[in-house]
Structure formats: C-alpha cells, structure tokens
C-alpha cells in the first residue's frame, strides 16, 4: 500500500511543474510567452535525460556505493557512486525505482524555477546547457547530501547536531538549488530593456495574464501536496498515517502565507496586488516543504506566515535596491522562503528528546553548504556556459520578443502589442 500510494504521490508531482509554468508565462509579456512554455519543455527534457545518463549516479542512494573524503571514522559522504544510465536501478517492486523517478521530477521542478528570472532574455539554448549541469552535478550533489545518506544528513550522528539536517520536502534541495540558479542568471543577464531608468529608478512591467498565474497556483498546490507526501515517504520513512498531516501542513502553510501578503501588499499599497499574493502563495507552499512532516498545524502557519509577509520585502530589495530584474519573483519566492523553511524546520521541528539548539544548528550549517559551496558553484557553471555560449538574447531579441526572435511567431498572432515601446530604453 505504501509503495501504491508513493507511486500516486510521484505521479501528480508534474502539477507542481505545471502550476509554475503557467505563472511564469503569465508574468512574462505577452511577446514571449511561447517562448517559456517551449522553454520548459525543453528543460524538462534535458532534465530527465541528464539526471538519468548522469546525475542519479552522483545523488546515489541511502547505503549505496559513495565518494568518501578522509579515513576510517573521519570520513565524509559527499556524493553517490552508482552506475552510469541508472544500471543499478532495479524495477521489482523495491524504493530503487520510486527514488530515481521522483528525483527525476524533483531536479526538472529545479530546473524550471530560472526560467521566471530569464523571462524575455534567456536564449533557449544557453538554458538547455545550464539545465543540463544543474541536473547532472548541482542537484544530485545537494539531494546526496540531505536525501541519500551524504554528510549533511548525518550531522545528528556524527556531530550530535540534532537529527542532521532536515529538509522533508525539499525547500532546501529543490527551490534554493532552483533560486539559487535563478539569481546566477539575473546576473549574468542584466535587466530587461526598459526595466530601469538611467536614474536606477525601476519601470513596472505587468505580466500579460495574471488570471493563470492565479490558475497556475491551484495546480501548484496539487503538485505540492504530493511532492511532500513522496519525499517525506522516501527519505524520511513516513508512513501512510502521516500523509494527512503533510496534506494540512501544505494546505495551511500555503494559506497563511497568502493572506499574509493580502495584508502586506494591502497596507503598503492600499490595495492587494495579484501578482505578489500568487507569489506569497506560491512562497507558503516552498517555506513549508521542509519540515511538512515535523511540524505542528500552528507551527507550519507560522512558517507560512512569515513567508508570506517576506516576500514583498524581498521583491522589493532586489528590484530597488540591488537592481536585480526578476520577473515572476523566483528568487524572492523560492531562494528567500526555501532559505527561511529551513531554518523554520530547526525552529519548529516536533522531533522528540532532541535539544532544540542541536536541531537549529544543523539547519544553519546545512544554509551554510548552500550559500558558502553550492551558490559559487551553480555561478561559475553558468559563468562558464556564457563563455562560450551568450546566454542573453541580442537587442534585436530584446525589441521584437523572444517568441519571434527565437520561434519564428507569436504566441498570440492576432494581436499586436506594442505598449512596452514606450518604456525607457
């Protein structure tokens, strides 16, 4: 029965995928906008090929072969060492399987999270290369790392750090790795042409169709609830008594954090915005994944809460203060809320006759792996792909959009859209 519904949980994962394809086309221009759909089909494609030729064999399983660092009892589990083509894989009803599929899934819900920040100047074929090494080196080496058995998730052993570095549903593994690419592409491509004055003041440029942004939500929602319930099943051995309670954590972190960026947005703008309460949606159910199984119903509102009033603060800073172009706010949503999930997951954790301080620090050591080693790694990748493939498109690109530049047509041909002529060059 486990496995049967592990397997359902895996399956309805693509919802997740589909939630924010929707939302970062919706919050794209019009001009662009088949360009993101094709864009994520794309990556989804080079996701499952790399992950499987490459990558399952660096993220391993729990037990499996591994890449020590050190001797003896000193030594560090830093990557897995399984067969290449996922040849030890066997399909006889065993977890091998589940794992190499739901990774799978879990590395493309990465791998789309820049798109939102690369909207209407990311070349299609420059993200098809950094989708590829995000899923064949960044991806498989963190979800080793916390899921399979690697260094971090044993700093309860060998270190006394509460239960090792927890991160149930992948806030940490899926939406900072996905963030983290998101911002190492804001960098490297600059704005968008028109997006800030030669005063540094920003220009506000409206998604074209915030009514599936707002659809896109509820299948993320879907998406959600299943990510959590399979990897919390997988990696952390929760039983089918404890799927409900991640249900309601999803669902009630999720709310929280949308109504706390209602009153947010509310109260500094003076009405609520619908693109910001998407994203605060969207940041609720990224915050809560962490500790979806650890935590109480009040503790993941909490999460949620906070998550959810952060995230216009975030947008903000980045946009007015650092003069960072993210479109659909993927790096305020899944960066900021993921890093803020897992510190909530050591706050809030219900494990039992562990010190709580224990807990809390392997949380902050495990930020530390993110921000200290994975974040210069996903940027030097990506710096290197620019080298020898531009990853921005040209002014010609940058004028006419990236549906025709890239694709040949519009995505809405009937209509000519012409308004964002008249921004700022």
Known sequence: MSFVLCLLCILLVPFAAAGLTLMHQGLGRSRSAAHTMVSTLCVLAVTSLAFVIVGFSLAGVNGGATHL?????????????EPLFARGVRFDGSTGGLLLCFQMFAAGLAAIIPLSTGSDR?????????????????????????????????????????????????????????????LSIAWILGPRRGKFHEDGMAAAIPGHNIVLVLFGCLLALVGWIALNSAAAMLFYGAGIVLVPKILLNTVLAASASCLATVLTTRLRYGKPDASLIANGWVAGLVAGSAGCVFLSPAAAIATGAVAGAGVMYLVELLELKLHIDDPGGAISVHAGAGLWGLLAAGFFSSISSLPRSGQIMAQIVGIAALLGFMLPLIHGLNLLINRFATQRVDADGDRQGMDVRELGAGAYPEFVVHGDEFLPR
């Open 69 to 81: 660092i050190g001797h003896g009892s000193t030594a560090w589990d830093w990557a897995g060492a």
């Open 122 to 182: 990311w070349r299609l074929a420059p993200a098809c290369a950094s989708t590829g090494l995000l899923a064949a080196i960044t991806f498989p080496l963190f979800a080793h790392w916390v899921w399979n058995g690697g260094w971090l998730s044993h700093l309860g052993l060998n270190f006394g750090l509460g239960a090792g570095f927890l991160d149930a549903g992948g806030s940490g593994t899926i939406q900072v790795i996905g963030g983290f690419t998101a």
